[in-house]
């Protein structure tokens, strides 16, 4: 560590036990090693500065600074490939809004919806509702008019809904509204939970929201955040936390082609955090608490979702800058740092119960039809004898009594189909697949794309 993160050290030790005196005379030696130009450290010493005295702002994205943290925030994300995390998230998003006409997206900080934007854009919907929910009227306002714009497609339209509110202070009208908006339902919250604060007497907001969400059936929810701790830990561990965080975030600026001004600019955007991260004397007045991946990748687990595998995005990253595919999770890095992650996760299916949406009935010949989107052609009184488990929609649950693992299926989507047995069925892989529509032939020893996530499969038994 450099002399002035061991004074910073110190500093911090100092405010947490209540030394003001000793805490200025820290912040006054770290000075000396301040530079004409902002760095990494000054950021530090204004924050922790801050506890000295002096009254701040705890929303961020609400200050009336030179140019607001909303802007600052889509500046950085021409440059900077792990603040594209919505895109990526989009990507997956997209899955689920093949071959529907209507859908509703529940944007939880929505900012000014570019990222519903983009899924608007290239969903090739007919009607969807956007519910936008955010702290900031301006915010609102910008997201309306993006999502009524000339952007959005000609055949395409959309009813926005603002909701001017923090995700966690929504009432119960709003999720009323939700709860009654067409179906599928879509779940977005890109570097937006971070910023939930609990209520007093209240363990964990964000797993409360989870469960909230979860009991309306969302399709999908994606989601985006930093991967760092600066949530419920003790100073000294957020101030070594936000250093080794922010200080590849501040590496990673400094790799960007973009100018001396524009890096200026990334940087007292991030500067605003550390300042935040560092300088709140109590959880109320602070914003940014951000968690591990692992962190949110667990709340989620125990509040009923599965998060499911994403594709690495096509197309090169610039030098530095990696985009991992994780079982679990998409993993933003520079230099080997993970930075932040995109995690889509879909309701959990418990064991032993059925894994469609609905109760199936028999509609003779031995065919079973369920309320929902999923049907299995076998024979009769063997269709709806299900046990087991799927790990994703899409797939055949982990076993289907009576039919046979040797046996052949074929999965009928419209027009198009592949056929494989049972058991290349129940792993998502297939030898062939049809050419028809935009399905690509799979190579000759099998298909390597997983059969995931595909809208209302239909699965037919040749016994």
Same mark, same amino acid.
């Given at each position: 560590? &450099?002399?002035?993160?061991?004074?910073?050290?110190?500093?911090?030790?100092?405010?947490?036990?209540?030394?003001? @005196?000793?805490?200025?005379?820290? +912040?006054?030696? *770290?000075? @000396?090693?301040?530079?004409?130009?902002?760095?990494?450290?000054?950021?530090?010493?204004?924050?922790?500065?801050?506890?000295? =005295?002096?009254?701040?702002?705890?929303?961020?994205?609400?200050?009336?600074?030179?140019?607001?943290?909303?802007? +600052?925030?889509?500046?950085?994300?021409?440059?900077?490939?792990?603040?594209?995390?919505?895109?990526?998230?989009?990507?997956?998003?997209? @899955?689920?809004?093949?071959?529907?006409?209507?859908?509703?997206? +529940?944007?939880?900080?929505?900012?000014?919806?570019?990222?519903?934007?983009?899924?608007? *854009?290239?969903?090739?919907? /007919?009607?969807?509702?956007?519910? =936008?929910?955010?702290?900031?009227?301006?915010?609102?306002?910008? $997201? #309306?008019?993006?999502?009524?714009?000339? @952007?959005?497609?000609?055949?395409?339209?959309?009813?926005?809904?603002?909701?001017?509110?923090?995700?966690?202070?929504?009432?119960?009208?709003?999720?009323?509204?939700?709860?009654?908006?067409?179906?599928?339902?879509?779940?977005?919250?890109?570097?937006?939970?971070?910023?939930?604060?609990?209520?007093?007497?209240?363990?964990?907001?964000?797993?409360?929201?989870?469960?909230?969400?979860?009991?309306?059936?969302?399709?999908?929810? *994606?989601?985006?955040?930093?991967?760092?701790?600066?949530?419920?830990?003790?100073?000294?561990?957020?101030?070594?936390?936000?250093?080794?965080?922010?200080?590849?975030?501040?590496?990673?600026?400094?790799?960007?082609?973009?100018?001396?001004?524009?890096?200026?600019?990334?940087?007292?955007?991030?500067?605003? /955090?550390?300042?935040?991260?560092?300088?709140?004397?109590?959880?109320?007045?602070?914003? /940014?608490?951000?968690?591990?991946?692992?962190?949110?990748?667990?709340?989620?687990?125990?509040?009923?979702?599965?998060?499911?595998? +994403?594709?690495?995005?096509?197309?090169?990253?610039?030098? #530095?800058?990696?985009?991992?595919?994780?079982?679990?999770?998409? /993993?933003?890095?520079?230099?080997?740092?993970?930075? $932040?992650?995109?995690?889509?996760?879909?309701?959990?299916?418990?064991?032993?119960?059925?894994?469609?949406?609905?109760?199936?009935?028999?509609? =003779?010949?031995?065919?079973?039809?369920? &309320? #929902?989107?999923?049907?299995?052609?076998?024979?009769?009184? $063997?269709?709806?004898?299900l046990t087991g488990r799927s790990s994703r929609p899409g797939r055949l649950p982990a076993r289907w009594e009576a039919c046979s693992q040797a046996r052949t299926a074929t999965m009928q989507r419209g027009q198009q189909w592949t056929t494989g047995t049972w058991a290349q069925l129940d792993s998502g892989r297939f030898p062939a697949t049809s050419t028809a529509g935009n399905w690509a032939p799979a190579p000759a020893g099998g298909s390597s794309k997983p059969w995931t996530r595909r809208p209302a499969p239909r699965w037919r038994s040749s016994i």
């Amino acid at each position: 560590m &450099s002399d002035v993160y061991s004074l910073l050290e110190k500093a911090a030790a100092a405010a947490e036990s209540g030394e003001p @005196e000793a805490l200025a005379a820290h +912040l006054e030696q *770290a000075g @000396e090693f301040s530079k004409d130009s902002p760095g990494l450290s000054d950021y530090f010493l204004a924050g922790l500065a801050t506890r000295l =005295g002096g009254d701040r702002p705890a929303n961020l994205y609400l200050r009336t600074d030179d140019m607001p943290q909303i802007d +600052l925030f889509y500046l950085m994300h021409r440059h900077l490939p792990f603040l594209r995390a919505g895109k990526f998230a989009n990507d997956a998003l997209l @899955e689920y809004c093949a071959d529907r006409q209507e859908a509703t997206v +529940l944007a939880l900080g929505i900012g000014q919806g570019r990222q519903e934007l983009d899924l608007v *854009a290239r969903a090739g919907l /007919e009607r969807v509702t956007v519910i =936008g929910v955010d702290v900031a009227a301006q915010s609102l306002d910008a $997201a #309306g008019r993006a999502l009524n714009g000339p @952007e959005v497609p000609a055949g395409t339209r959309v009813d926005f809904r603002p909701v001017l509110a923090a995700s966690e202070d929504m009432d119960e009208s709003v999720w009323a509204m939700v709860e009654h908006a067409p179906r599928p339902l879509l779940v977005t919250a890109s570097f937006a939970l971070h910023h939930m604060l609990n209520h007093s007497g209240e363990q964990d907001a964000r797993a409360a929201l989870l469960r909230r969400l979860r009991a309306l059936e969302p399709a999908a929810l *994606a989601l985006c955040e930093p991967d760092s701790d600066h949530h419920l830990v003790p100073l000294r561990v957020r101030l070594a936390n936000a250093w080794h965080h922010y200080g590849t975030v501040f590496a990673a600026i400094d790799a960007t082609s973009a100018t001396d001004g524009e890096k200026h600019e990334m940087k007292r955007f991030f500067g605003r /955090e550390i300042e935040d991260v560092v300088g709140a004397a109590g959880e109320t007045t602070r914003y /940014e608490r951000h968690e591990p991946t692992r962190t949110w990748l667990d709340r989620l687990t125990a509040c009923g979702f599965t998060p499911v595998p +994403l594709p690495r995005p096509a197309g090169e990253q610039p030098s #530095g800058f990696t985009t991992t595919a994780h079982p679990t999770h998409l /993993e933003l890095a520079y230099q080997h740092t993970s930075v $932040a992650a995109v995690i889509v996760a879909e309701p959990t299916r418990r064991p032993g119960k059925r894994w469609w949406r609905g109760r199936p009935r028999r509609t =003779g010949r031995g065919r079973c039809r369920t &309320s #929902g989107e999923y049907q299995l052609l076998t024979r009769p009184g $063997a269709a709806d004898r299900l046990t087991g488990r799927s790990s994703r929609p899409g797939r055949l649950p982990a076993r289907w009594e009576a039919c046979s693992q040797a046996r052949t299926a074929t999965m009928q989507r419209g027009q198009q189909w592949t056929t494989g047995t049972w058991a290349q069925l129940d792993s998502g892989r297939f030898p062939a697949t049809s050419t028809a529509g935009n399905w690509a032939p799979a190579p000759a020893g099998g298909s390597s794309k997983p059969w995931t996530r595909r809208p209302a499969p239909r699965w037919r038994s040749s016994i």
